[in-house]
């Protein structure tokens, strides 16, 4: 989508700035070389990755397909205890890590006949977060984010497809010395309270998350696309009346 992925195309550098993943369970953390490769599958418009855990525990799929009509990507993992025993899992996030480089990030605020307002602002150091409140999806904040390269003007929005609560991370990591830091985003399950027992043979399955390029940065140009993905994809078999009508704002 024009942005540059960890050091110019190669997995290098801090721990935190390397990986799809990051997962923390009761036996460790598990993200870039503590996650072992064991099986790619490309085809025209799809992607599967397997890892297994360094301690061989766990087995992670990412399933990752694309809409060439629409440009579109979704990417959905999920986890599968493998082992003999009870894995705790406190935190899995999918992982995105930019090049170092100067970002700008939009979001939306959510709160009762204010919904959808949203801001750009600049990443300049530290981190920033996104979340619902009180169990309710788009309360607080909407699951969108859109990271936009101020040098080349090229971006990319995530839609997460919430299952319960949710948050959105995005942070600076300095690469060396004074160069312009990488930028890192994180998603997924909201780990803030998060004790989920895997027994053996146990799966968890992650929220699905969508990307598409923002071309110019234009949100507004992007959002056509978006929409005919979920029409053809994600909505084609709803109902073309509603049940029941619980108020009038829907």
């Known amino acids: 989508f024009g942005l540059t992925c960890r050091l110019s195309g190669n997995d290098t550098g801090a721990p ?6 990051y997962l923390r369970t009761d036996t460790g953390i598990f993200d870039n070389s503590k996650l072992l490769l064991m099986n790619s599958v490309f085809n025209e418009n799809s992607v599967l990755l397997v890892w297994e855990t360094e301690d061989r525990k766990l087995k992670l799929e990412s399933w990752w397909d694309f809409c060439p009509d629409t440009g579109v990507w979704s990417r959905k993992d999920r986890v599968i205890n493998e082992g003999n025993r009870n894995v705790t899992i406190f935190s899995y996030m999918y992982r995105f890590v930019f090049s ?13 006949c204010n919904e959808n307002q949203g801001i750009w602002q600049k990443l300049h150091h530290g981190s920033f977060e ?3 409140e009180g169990g309710r999806t788009c309360q607080g904040s909407s699951p969108y984010l859109c990271i936009n390269n101020e040098e080349n003007n090229e971006g990319i929005a995530f839609h997460l497809l919430p ?22 985003v994180e998603m997924g399950q909201s ?10 043979g146990d799966v968890f399955e992650l929220p699905e998350i969508l990307l598409h ?4 940065g234009n949100i507004e140009a992007a959002a056509p696309y978006f929409h005919k993905y979920l029409l053809t994809h994600k909505l084609n078999n709803s109902k073309k009346t ?4 619980y108020n009038t704002w829907f």
Do not use: F
């Open 130 to 132: 996104l979340s619902c």
């Open 163 to 184: 299952m319960g609560n949710w948050v959105i991370r995005v942070s600076t990591h300095t690469a060396s010395g004074d160069s312009l830091p990488y930028a890192v």
């Open 16 to 21: 935190s700035s390397r990986g799809l993943v």
């Open 191 to 200: 780990d803030k309270s998060l004790r989920l027992e895997l027994a053996p």
């Open 100 to 112: 170092p480089g100067s970002y700008e990030l939009y979001s939306q605020r959510g709160i009762w």
């Open 242 to 245: 509603a049940p029941v009508v």
């Open 213 to 216: 390029q923002l071309s110019d």
